[in-house]
């Protein structure tokens, strides 16, 4: 009972600590979208406050450059490394339990394969017994009646 207790114990333990890592990741996650749309919630220039715009040609760019503070550079590069991060070791992990289960796909196949045999085995088995059994229960029955026509004359 008590190694049942220690194991929950382990359990909620790494369940804690992924949940901890998982709040990290979606916490820098929201502060890398927040400072990445930043920029589309100021007004863009050649639009007035009210809303109307201006007699300037407007220019289309794909995306607007925005430079930067450092701080906040720094910020989204250190979001980008914990993305990378977690996403490196989650892509490491699913490759590694893609193997594994790839390897015990092989061995369940092989397996199946070997327990065929086995029973193809004991079918042959199993007919070669009843082929026998059949024989000895039809020399029985010819001595019973040999030995029944001996007695009667």
Known sequence: ??????????ESTEVDSNLAAVSE????IRDFVR???AYLRRPAPGIQSSGEATLEPKVETT???????????AT??????LIQRVAGTSLAE??????ELEALRDLLHAEGQRVQREISGYAQLSQAAMKST????DNVTQWKRSAEGLRNS
């Open 25 to 28: 990741v979606e916490a820098g």
């Open 1 to 10: 009972m008590n190694a049942t207790i220690r194991s929950e114990k382990i």
């Open 94 to 99: 699913i490759e590694n339990l893609i193997g």
């Open 63 to 73: 995306k607007p450059e925005v430079k930067l503070e450092p701080s906040q550079e």
């Open 35 to 37: 400072n990445d749309i």
């Open 76 to 81: 989204v590069n250190n979001v980008n490394s």
């Open 134 to 137: 059949r024989m000895i229960a």
